[in-house]
């Protein structure tokens, strides 16, 4: 089966620009997670859909992320705007119900 | 709130030497853990959860509810599994909310 696919691989701004990640999960998957990793650190959860819906988006800094996945398939995250902090890698994830979670390559952000 | 610790952040053991990385978690409740592993160049992925108490690649984990441990081992370490593990806890339920621990690089020296 393909993979959960992200875009882009890497990512450089500057601060106080604006950034947006896409990420397609697993065909049929319908639980979806947006994870943050600072470097030296294990993954955060930032936001968790499932389908269209959102289940859990109690760490995400709602002031400056969001997130969609409007067709319960794809999704997006935004940064608006980065802060120097905000530099990580951005890693997707997708699962069936209950069920171990894929990753995909994730997007390695830096903030200039 | 749920907290998962791995001690180290780097093992170093020579090929076939036994391997325990530790990992110790904070949930009270039944808790599902997990270990992820991720070799050089490639996505993280699942390398075993503890329901499913089978070996992978020859490692294994037992989960101590009295010490709330879930210690990965290996009896004779290679070469390729030389790699950063991520010890993992979720509360199951609804959210199956991942919590992982900080990861410790495994490296085995020739």
């Known amino acids: 089966e393909a993979g959960v696919a992200q875009s882009p691989r890497y990512k450089i701004i500057e601060k106080r620009q604006s950034v947006a990640f896409w990420c397609n999960p697993i065909?049929?998957?319908?639980?979806l997670y947006w994870y943050q990793q600072i470097l030296g650190q294990g993954p955060k959860l930032l936001i968790q859909f499932q389908n269209n819906g959102v289940v859990d988006d109690s760490q995400l800094p709602k002031d400056r992320f969001s997130a969609e996945r409007l067709k319960g398939v794809d999704s997006t995250l935004k940064i608006q705007p980065a802060k120097l902090e905000d530099s990580a890698v951005y890693l997707c994830a997708s699962s069936l119900l209950g069920q171990p979670q894929h990753f995909g390559d994730g997007t390695r952000l830096s903030i200039l | 709130a749920q907290r998962v610790t791995q001690p180290e952040k780097l093992l170093s053991v020579f090929k076939g030497a036994p391997v325990e990385l530790k990992c110790n978690y904070s949930y009270s409740g039944s808790p599902e853990l997990f270990w992820y592993v991720q070799y050089s160049r490639q996505r993280l992925q699942l390398l075993l959860r503890h329901i499913s108490r089978e070996s992978i690649k020859g490692f294994t984990a037992d989960l101590n509810k009295g010490e709330t441990s879930f210690h990965l081992k290996k009896p004779f370490a290679q070469e390729e599994d030389s790699a950063m593990y991520y010890c993992?806890?979720?509360?199951?339920?609804?959210?199956?909310?991942?919590?992982f621990g900080t990861g410790t690089l495994l490296a085995v020296q020739p």
């Open positions: 993992a806890e979720s509360n199951g339920g609804a959210t199956n909310k991942l919590i």
């Open positions: 065909s049929g998957h319908a639980t």
